[in-house]
């Protein structure tokens, strides 16, 4: 199982989450909205110029910063 | 009978400065009416400044 | 009195229950030690609602969340609302879990029922409230629906006061395990894989090549919609009404008054009010065209989208609403940049706000554009507009190079489902704005415009000439000022000394001391450069003395000067070059 994060996917990509690591705020904030081990992630677009970019967590449609995608690990299926 | 209506007025006008100016200089409120005098109206929406609470 | 706190995320429409719940009643002040809003409201003088600020947990280090536990553990609360949004549960329900340690009752409302049918979700209310031990009330707020069960509810105190089930996590991972076994229980999900409406919207919305022409577009759509077509039509129409009918009317009644007396009616207050009043269709279009925008969710797309450039300037995506706020009113736009992530982000979006140009200005733009750009009124203002926009970035470009050097700072913004504006409550809180417009203009400027009339009309030997007057005096006085930038009179200086009670009042003085018939007269005292020129520094300089004082409050008085000076300084600055560059090009 290889480890890598949100940053790689391409639009449309689904992942399952491996964990979070980097700033601890941020990390916190992404456990509860749900983005535990195991839950699924989809990465939905990116915004016109790159960056930022929408993830798919639960249902709801989150933007965060590509910068902050790189410390979201996932598993590859 | 003129200058009793002219009374009025400036005593109204003097009263309605003073107390907005007050309203005004404590910082709470857009339009110097307090919250309760607009319901907030003077915000485009009150919703949406929940709308940044990801911290 | 009982105590109910209403708690739940962000985006589950917790302010439009709030609103319906407690209507006008509603009291916002400050919690001690940190800027976070506190709002309580009322229910028929017995329960008192306080509405915490949206937050997704209750241990994750926000000043929100450090409020709402605070309050819940010393404040003497006795039920807890907490709004969910139905269609989205999981979520959601991590703060309800949270909620049931500090063991109060709790009220679950389930809010966007709707929607969570019309997605193909089954929910069984009574299991769910037996598992969780919570009392369950299904409710569409933007429709009104369910409201009266809530407050039926509060009222009889009718909720589930015990509870076995008392939901102790380790961990997130436990927590959202318990969610899920939970609602796989209590729902029966019909299957939907189809891609929703608001996907299909966001494909177009956020594509790379139409995202910021159709963002700029549908702003220029509102102002055609404020200058061109609606609003600037109703209030020429309310000016001709005031000017041909009603002023004449009035002439007449007081035919037979001493002439001071009839000249504080007609030219001070009618003179003053009414030809600021006249503009309420104009800002109540403005201001029912961008609440349609930001009621539809598409305001979160259009801070999404600005992400990348507003970190050029030195801000975050999040700093994008504030200052959308700010094209209403500075004030709460710099309260609301309290919820951005750093002190330097809040103090750089707290300097910009003022640049977006606020409501009060309107009146005037409204009146230059219409004499003196008649037809291209829409083109006029909405170049004001950008101005505003475009030179906020080049000072936040330039902050941040010089004051404001800082690391960047996570970020995540939600982005709501789409949904088609509520026509009841939009009109309803336009109409709100429109009595507080009308409220203002009987109260500051009924009052500056007394004031007015009395200084143009006296001086120290009694009444006389307008030219001679303590006015004329002051006006006088600070005018050379305005010389290099084409449109100095001593009224002028005036009409712009009075617009630091509020911006309207630049419109007001003038009605009062060039007379309530301003499109005749401002053409002797304007050229369609200077007047351009003119809304120039309108837009620009020092806002009114509510903006000041809450620069103040929030951070400090070095600020509040710092804020009130510079912008003086840009808007002679940038007066003087539209002026004389423009004198230039012009020949």
Request: include cysteine; hydrophobic fraction near 45%.
């Amino acid at each position: 199982m290889i480890i890598i994060s949100i940053y790689d996917l391409k639009p449309g990509d689904k992942a399952l989450i491996h964990s979070v690591c980097g700033d601890e705020k941020f990390a916190k904030r992404l456990l509860a909205l749900g983005c535990i081990e195991g839950t699924e992630v989809t990465l939905k677009a990116t915004a016109p110029l790159g960056d930022p970019i929408i993830i798919n967590l639960r249902g709801f449609n989150l933007a965060i910063r590509k910068n902050d995608a790189k410390n979201i690990n996932i598993k590859t299926a | 009978m003129e200058f009793i209506i002219v009374g009025v007025i400036v005593v109204a006008a003097g009263y309605t400065l003073y107390s907005n100016i007050k309203k005004q200089a404590s910082g709470d409120c857009g339009c110097g009416n307090g919250c309760k005098g607009c319901n907030h109206s003077c915000e485009i929406k009150p919703s949406i400044k929940n709308n940044n609470n990801n911290q | 009195m009982i105590t109910a706190a209403l708690l739940g995320n962000p985006n589950v429409g917790k302010t439009t229950l709030y609103n319906a719940l407690t209507g006008s009643n509603q009291y916002v002040g400050n919690w001690a030690g940190v800027t976070v809003e506190k709002k309580e409201g009322f229910i028929d003088n017995k329960i008192k609602i306080v509405d915490l600020p949206g937050i997704y947990a209750m241990d994750t280090y926000s000043n929100e969340e450090k409020v709402s536990k605070e309050f819940l553990q010393n404040g003497n609360v006795d039920v807890i609302i907490n709004i969910v949004d139905a269609s989205s549960l999981d979520r959601n329900l991590y703060l309800t879990t949270q909620l049931k340690q500090f063991n109060k009752p709790i009220i679950l409302v389930l809010n966007m029922v709707d929607v969570a049918i019309s997605k193909g979700l089954d929910i069984n209310y009574k299991l769910l409230s037996q598992k969780l031990g919570v009392k369950i009330i299904p409710i569409v707020a933007s429709k009104g629906t369910g409201i009266s069960d809530v407050k039926k509810c509060l009222l009889k105190e009718d909720y589930i006061t015990t509870s076995s089930n008392s939901l102790k996590f380790k961990d997130e991972k436990e927590a959202y395990a318990y969610i899920e076994i939970l609602l796989k229980s209590v729902t029966n999900k019909k299957n939907e894989d189809r891609v929703s409406i608001s996907e299909k919207i966001d494909k177009i919305v956020l594509n790379r090549i139409i995202a910021y022409p159709l963002f700029f577009g549908c702003l220029f759509l509102i102002f055609m919609f404020t200058f061109s077509w609606v609003g600037q039509p109703l209030a020429d129409f309310l000016s001709s009404l005031l000017n041909d009918n009603f002023v004449p009317f009035l002439t007449k009644l007081l035919a037979n008054n001493s002439p001071w007396f009839s000249s504080l009616l007609i030219d001070g207050i009618i003179g003053g009010v009414g030809s600021v009043v006249v503009f309420l269709p104009v800002i109540l279009a403005l201001f029912l065209g961008i609440s349609f925008l930001e009621d539809s969710g598409y305001m979160a797309r259009a801070a999404f989208i600005m992400d990348k450039l507003m970190r050029k300037m030195g801000l975050s995506g999040k700093a994008f609403i504030p200052l959308i706020v700010g094209f209403g009113c500075s004030v709460p736009a710099i309260m609301s940049a309290r919820t951005l992530e750093s002190d330097k982000d809040r103090k750089l979006t707290a300097l910009l706000v003022p640049l977006m140009s606020c409501n009060a200005r309107l009146p005037v733009y409204a009146l230059f554009a219409s004499v003196f750009f008649h037809g291209k009124e829409t083109l006029v203002v909405f170049s004001l507009y950008l101005m505003g926009i475009g030179l906020a970035f080049g000072i936040g470009i330039l902050f941040k190079n010089t004051l404001f050097k800082k690391d960047e700072e996570p970020f995540i913004i939600e982005l709501p489902e789409y949904k088609l504006p509520e026509p009841k409550s939009l009109l309803i809180h336009t109409w709100e704005k429109g009595k507080g417009f009308l409220k203002k203009a009987g109260t500051i400027i009924f009052s500056i415009s007394v004031i007015v009339w009395f200084l143009s009309n006296f001086n120290t030997t009694g009444m006389v000439d307008i030219n001679s007057s303590f006015l004329a005096a002051i006006g006088k006085f600070i005018n050379p000022v305005f010389i290099p930038l084409g449109f100095a009179s001593w009224q002028n200086s005036i009409a712009l000394l009075t617009g630091l009670m509020a911006k309207e009042v630049v419109v007001g003085t003038m009605g009062v001391i060039y007379g309530s018939n301003l499109t005749h007269v401002l053409p002797n005292y304007f050229t369609p450069l200077s007047a351009f020129s003119f809304l120039a520094f309108v837009l620009l300089y020092t806002p009114c003395v509510s903006v000041i004082a809450t620069m103040k409050k929030e951070y400090g008085n070095k600020m509040a000067i710092f804020s009130l000076s510079y912008q003086l300084v840009l808007a002679w600055i940038v007066s003087f070059i539209i002026f004389n560059v423009g004198s230039i090009i012009l020949g």
